[in-house]
């Protein structure tokens, strides 16, 4: 069970300047995240809800070092994030293969940049490849995989760079439904054998239900903690129809709810 933490966000808010559309020439400052402060624990799985524009992405690119906060600290291990790291990957909407390379030379990439020797890139390549489900297609370029088997491709990629944390932005979000619920239960399989951290942000109240132990809801404008939601389910993978069982049906109502509230209204979920 998860216990260390891992991840400390310390009253975070990061505010962008932008024109000023009421005054021309002018410019204002534009509060996208604010005083967000939460903990994560080592090997824990989180998902974050929010409509369109809360802040979701701002807050996976504060966590990847791609931005730095205007106001509080990020905190890894608790050091503070000051920039991109191997200790984070992140997993995109679009896969971002490399179209030149075979899905076995794409996760090899990562390795060749550390500096794995070869032999034992193809060895780490082969476990990455099984690990995602892909054995028997490490050849294949990305256009002659599917959305699917490219996005696993993407993780397997993430993966073999070893990180302590995995940071997902929507990267089901392009699949079709059937593909997506195979894919999440085989990112549950891939957690539980690889205890990494996730954060994983989504659209879909279903997908963090299912995902998450923990799911966070932001609300809009700015984004800020609504509240997060602990998702007391057993058996996600045993059970082939989780999504039924009452404590399913339960924690997603209460997200659902959360999200239909006053402050909502008007926003894209
Ligand atoms: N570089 C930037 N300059 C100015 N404003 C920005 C910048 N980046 C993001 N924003 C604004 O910050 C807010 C949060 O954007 P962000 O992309 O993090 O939202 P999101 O929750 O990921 O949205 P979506 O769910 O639609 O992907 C938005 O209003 C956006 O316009």
């Known amino acids: 069970m998860a ?19 009421e005054q021309k020439g002018a410019m204002k400052e534009f509060t996208a995240v604010k005083e967000l ?28 070092g791609l931005t730095t906060p205007t106001r509080g600290r990020i905190l890894i291990d608790g050091k503070e994030i000051t920039g991109p790291g191997l200790d ?3 997993v995109f909407q679009q896969y971002a293969l490399f179209p030149w390379k075979t899905a076995r030379g794409n996760i090899e990439f990562g390795l060749e940049a550390k500096g794995v020797p070869k032999h034992e890139r193809k060895e780490q390549a082969n476990h990455f490849l099984s690990l995602v489900g892909l054995s028997d297609f490490g050849e294949r370029y990305p256009h002659e ?6 996005q696993r491709v993407a993780i397997a990629r993430s993966l073999a760079f070893n990180p302590d944390v995995l940071l997902m932005d929507e990267p089901f979000a392009a699949l079709d439904a059937q593909t997506r619920e195979s894919l999440q ?3 549950l399989r891939i957690w539980q054998k690889t205890k990494k951290t996730i954060i994983f942000i989504t ?24 509240k997060i939601v602990d998702i007391p389910l057993k058996n996600r993978l045993e059970d082939a129809d989780i999504r039924s069982h009452p404590d399913f049906v339960k924690a997603r109502h209460e997200v659902w709810s959360l999200l239909h509230e006053a402050e909502y209204l008007g926003a894209n979920i």
């Open 203 to 226: 659209h879909g109240i279903d997908e963090a239900v299912y995902l998450g132990e923990r799911v966070v809801v932001l609300t809009p404008n700015p984004g800020m903690v609504k």
């Open 145 to 150: 995989l599917s959305g699917g088997m490219k």
């Open 3 to 21: 216990t260390a933490e891992k991840i400390r966000f310390e009253r975070v808010t990061k505010t962008f300047t932008v024109r000023d559309t």
């Open 88 to 90: 984070r990957g992140t």
């Open 185 to 187: 239960s085989e990112l």
């Open 37 to 64: 402060d939460f903990n994560v624990k080592e090997g824990e799985f989180v998902t974050l809800v929010g409509p369109s524009g809360c802040g979701k992405s701002t807050l996976l690119d504060l966590l990847g």
